[in-house]
């Protein structure tokens, strides 16, 4: 290796802190770090008292981690002072229940540089009024991995920190409040204070760029919000960094609020062939005007449309996935009250949108209709479906390819009704076919 290289691996050195309490998730973390696109040049492990057993993995991987346990608990806090003694440039502190997908610190690295920011795969924006958290980032939508569309500035962030080494000063310049509590407020609130340093949340689509691709594992009994004076305690942590000049976002000039995309449709678009303008056009161009249109796609510099519209909400992936996996990427960020699911190779007529949508809200006990195109799918993607219903269902299953429409047909049976209609998608028609278990 040339010496330029040497010295920018050397620039780019991490360590990653790794916190054991009491839950047991050590060896697919440090799996999970050794399949990093970056692999960290050093992996502490701190046991916090001996509420779990980890010998067994400590013992077989003691070549590549340093492991240390504290007799005395010290709190939440412990883990960050602790980065006095860090030699590497950077820094990547994760709970006992964050599992990284495998390009989440390469894309924490950069976003680090490119932003001067501390990287949190979740974050909270808080009301000004109330101090509890109004906007989820990261976590708050219906995917088991961490999410987020875009590069999204938050007051804090939450599980998980990448960070410049350096910055650890601006959190230790003050006493901690509550030892067991607030350490992601703390460590925002004195960078944002002393060094300008802001807090955001990456961009993370799919799961080997997510910060988190096992985010139930945090749907334990041993979560800290779970504690009768957490959130009590939490309050008074960001009162106190207020009162000394912290300024939440959403309070300040010229920061608007997230923006209420609530519709009455939202049409989800798994655009998988080049040509597939017409079918965007043919939605825009629809009788029915309340919907907002997302396109999943891999790449859309090669996608023609047709004139700027409002409605159009483009997520590109920067990865080859499947048409499941993209439209359930789409399904996961919808707005509407209805999700219309639309192939990339057909047209709709002007009227699809305003008969199925005026079709559902006549027939409530129907949870969604569908189409039969051919003898082998029963349930093209070219459903209509009630959103509050395919969450329940958990959207299509990504790991049965072709299968995945009739698979879906039948857990939305369980549900309620289904009805099939012929030819509904390119012309008007009163035929229908209900189908039931």
Not at 11 to 39: P, Y
Not at 91 to 103: C, E, F, Q, S, T
Not at 340 to 355: A, H, I, N, T
Not at 419 to 425: P, R
């Amino acid at each position: 290796m040339d010496k330029n290289r040497v010295e920018e691996c050397t620039l780019d050195a991490i360590t990653v802190i790794l916190t054991v309490w009491k839950r047991n998730h050590l060896e697919e973390q440090l799996q999970a770090l050794f399949r990093q696109t970056v692999v960290p040049s050093h992996i502490w492990v701190q046991q916090s008292l001996h509420h779990v057993d980890v010998s067994v993995i400590v013992d077989k991987y003691k070549d590549r981690v340093r492991y240390s346990c504290w007799e005395n608990n010290p709190g939440v806090f412990g883990r960050f002072e602790s980065v006095a003694q860090v030699e590497t440039p950077y820094v990547y502190i994760l709970d006992d229940d964050m599992i990284p997908g495998k390009m989440f610190i390469e894309n924490a690295l950069s976003a680090c540089k490119r932003l001067n920011a501390i990287i949190s795969p979740h974050g909270r924006l808080l009301s000004p009024d109330t101090c509890r958290t109004e906007i989820f980032v990261g976590d708050g939508y219906q995917f088991q991995h961490s999410f987020c569309l875009e590069d999204t500035k938050v007051d804090f962030g939450n599980n998980a920190w990448f960070f410049r080494k350096e910055w650890i000063s601006y959190f230790l310049s003050q006493t901690p409040l509550y030892r067991n509590n607030g350490e992601d407020i703390h460590f925002s609130a004195m960078c944002k204070l002393l060094g300008n340093i802001p807090t955001y949340v990456p961009r993370q689509i799919v799961p080997v760029e997510s910060g988190n691709v096992k985010r139930y594992y945090s749907a334990d009994e041993h979560a800290l919000h779970l504690k009768p004076l957490f959130n009590k305690e939490r309050v008074e942590v960001i009162e106190r960094f207020r009162n000394i000049g912290w300024h939440l976002r959403l309070e300040k000039k010229g920061i608007e609020r997230q923006e209420d995309r609530s519709c009455a449709i939202s049409v989800v678009m798994a655009v998988v062939e080049k040509d597939a303008g017409m079918a965007i056009q043919s939605i825009l161009q629809q009788t029915w005007e309340d919907f907002e249109l997302i396109l999943v796609c891999t790449d859309k510099s090669g996608i023609s449309v047709n004139g700027e519209d409002k409605r159009i909400r483009w997520i590109e992936t920067k990865e080859e996935l499947s048409k499941y996996v993209l439209l359930n990427i789409g399904c996961g960020v919808a707005k509407g009250k209805y999700i219309c699911m639309m192939e990339s190779g057909y047209v709709s007529f002007p009227d699809r949108l305003q008969s199925q949508y005026e079709f559902m809200e006549e027939e409530q006990e129907v949870v969604a209709v569908g189409e039969t195109l051919d003898d082998k799918n029963l349930f093209l993607p070219s459903v209509f479906v009630r959103r509050d219903v395919l969450q329940r269902v958990k959207y299509y299953d990504e790991s049965i390819g072709g299968f995945a429409e009739n698979d879906l047909l039948c857990h939305l049976l369980q549900v309620g009704s289904v009805v099939l209609f012929e030819n509904v998608f390119v012309s008007k028609t009163e035929r229908y076919v209900k189908v039931t278990l």
